[in-house]
């Protein structure tokens, strides 16, 4: 059987989709440089799914390390042939994904994010292999305010960490075309990926301190912060916090799966799709659901707003609903309640 490639496979959103991918029945590689996740996401997989009563043996392979150095890559590939469990298909999860860190630090952005996929598209090329599911982001979109995006809305990032990403999407588009015979590809903008594995086993471990909503709300809950900042009070909204497209990170998992499985069914081409719910949610709002569901009550303050956000980012998801065998199933009370389980 034919293995997944899965880089960055041990972060937040990599790992909920390397355990579904699991579950399924899928043998994976999975590569990380354990700079924004880490080993103990490895072990929780391994113990999720014994809980399970799946069988691993050969099925469940990590190697530590950065997608930058080529040499690893070919290896990893090599070794896969031998075995006659040659790679075909790669989900790329791998780099950094902080908009406010990406402002400070744009050079740290570019060398991890562009010239990882460069070196990594070169060696699937090298040995055959043209499938690849790149795990995408909204920020490539230039934002219009209270209208959903769609595939074909403007381009236009706002920050080094989207422009990383639509540089990504620019390489995987001239690849397409230099070869469009062979090559299928499938981006995936996706929005805000929230929640946990419902068994509580499996969640977001950010490194250091967080920069997303739902981490930072995790530590006040956990009492590790004294109250919870919302960066403006003033945007153009309904309630003048900023609005945002929640995804439960379980629906975003079965999104790459689904997309996977749509490249190999179907001739090579190279698709962009939204992924998200298609609903806006406040910061506030958020917060109301989230004290309610959970049954606890904490302070927050206003502070000013902060470099790199934007007003409203919600998605028109009608593409990947037509194409994809997918659909989004957890609302934001799943989301809320789930995240919590992880804390538990």
Partial sequence: MKRILATGGLGFVGSHTCLSLLYQGYKIIVIDSLINSSFEIYQKLKKINEVLNLELNNKFTFIKGDIR???????????????????????????????????????????????????????????????????????????????????????????????????????????????????????????????????????????????????????????????????????????????????????LAEAHIAALKFLIDNRPQNIALNIGTGKGTSVLEIIKTFQEVNGICFPYHFVKRRMGDQPFLVADNKLALSLLDWIPTRNIVDMCADSVKNLI
């Fill in 69 to 251: 150095n080529s040499a690893l890559i070919e290896n990893i590939f090599q070794e896969a042939s031998m075995k006659d469990q040659p790679i075909n298909s790669v989900i790329h999860f791998a780099g950094l994904k902080s908009v406010n860190q990406s402002i400070l630090n744009p050079l740290q952005y570019w060398d991890s994010n562009v010239i990882g996929t460069i070196n990594l598209l070169k060696t699937m090329r090298n040995n055959q292999c043209f499938n690849i599911v790149f795990s995408s982001s909204a920020t490539v979109y230039k934002p219009k305010l209270n209208r959903m995006l769609d595939e074909n809305s403007d381009l236009g990032p706002m920050n080094p960490y989207g422009m990383t990403k639509l540089t990504n999407e620019k390489i995987l588009e001239d690849i397409f075309k230099s070869d469009p015979n062979k090559w299928s590809i499938s981006l995936l903008r996706y929005f805000n990926p929230v929640g946990a594995h419902s068994s509580g086993s499996l969640g977001e471990l950010p490194i250091g301190m967080p920069n997303n909503l739902f981490p930072i709300l995790m530590k006040v809950a956990l009492g590790e912060l004294d109250f919870l900042s919302i960066y403006g009070k003033d945007w153009p909204t309904k309630d003048g916090t900023c609005i945002r497209d929640f995804i439960h990170v379980m629906d």
